[in-house]
């Protein structure tokens, strides 16, 4: 069974600092890595997508990076701001589903 | 439509009733998906269909839930009896199935059930 896990949980930090978020996964059959982002009492907007086939991809200030063999990918923000407040999620898929890590919190203070 | 259109958004019923939550994906996607966020939780895989079927039904949490999908277009949802732990956000995604690789899944913004 796919298990997600992502760190850290929560992280605050101070408006212009770059960051890392952290995804790893059990199982490296997967079809596509997918990051999301959830503000409060919202859906979930996709971010970036990287297919198994693929090491990285960027939009903007974000770049999420893939390493298969070892089951990580990790979401890169560049140059943070309090907009980038939100729950950030990453999901792969695998077995005709997405299974989604349990998410990181992330506080942006002016 | 240009997105993935979910109703109502937000839902309160009384313990013992029935309910439906409908979910109306972006036109042509095949591949649709209900999951579950329960407050503080993790999202939560309920039901998956291809087209009209339903090959993976394992997610459902019991028999007073189902779903139906009709046209291999709008799905609906229902949980009989709701009970105060069934209250979450049922959130519905959608897919092209010839590019789910390369596209990915697009999600709704979901229906906030609260069972008082």
């Known amino acids: 069974k796919q298990e997600v896990t992502q760190i850290p949980a929560a992280l605050s930090v101070p408006e212009g600092e770059n960051l890392v978020l952290n995804c790893s996964f059990t199982d490296s059959a997967i079809y596509n890595l997918q990051w999301f982002r959830q503000d409060p009492g919202k859906g979930l907007t996709s971010l970036l997508l990287i297919q198994s086939s693929q090491r990285e991809q960027t939009s903007g200030r974000l770049n999420a990076s893939l390493d298969k063999s070892s089951g990580r990918s990790t979401l890169y923000i560049a140059a943070s701001q309090p907009g980038d407040s939100a729950t950030y999620l990453c999901a792969v898929y695998a077995g005709n589903m997405l299974t989604f890590g349990g998410g990181t919190r992330l506080m942006v203070k002016p | 439509g240009a997105g993935v259109s979910q109703s109502p958004s937000n839902k309160v019923t009384e313990k013992g009733k029935d309910v439906e939550l409908r979910c109306d994906p972006i036109?042509?996607?095949?591949?649709l998906y209900w999951y579950r966020q329960s407050l503080g939780q993790g999202l939560e895989f309920l039901i998956y269909?291809?087209?009209?079927?339903?090959?993976?039904k394992s997610g459902l949490p019991s028999d007073r839930f189902s779903a139906e999908r009709t046209g291999g277009s709008v799905s609906t949802l229902t949980i009989q009896r709701t009970q105060q732990e069934d209250s979450a956000v049922y959130l519905c995604?959608?897919?092209?199935?010839?590019?789910?690789?390369?596209?990915?899944?697009?999600f709704g913004s979901g229906t906030r059930l609260t069972v008082v």
């Open positions: 269909f291809q087209g009209n079927s339903a090959p993976d």
């Open positions: 036109s042509g996607h095949t591949a």
């Open positions: 995604a959608s897919s092209l199935a010839s590019s789910f690789v390369r596209d990915g899944y697009t």
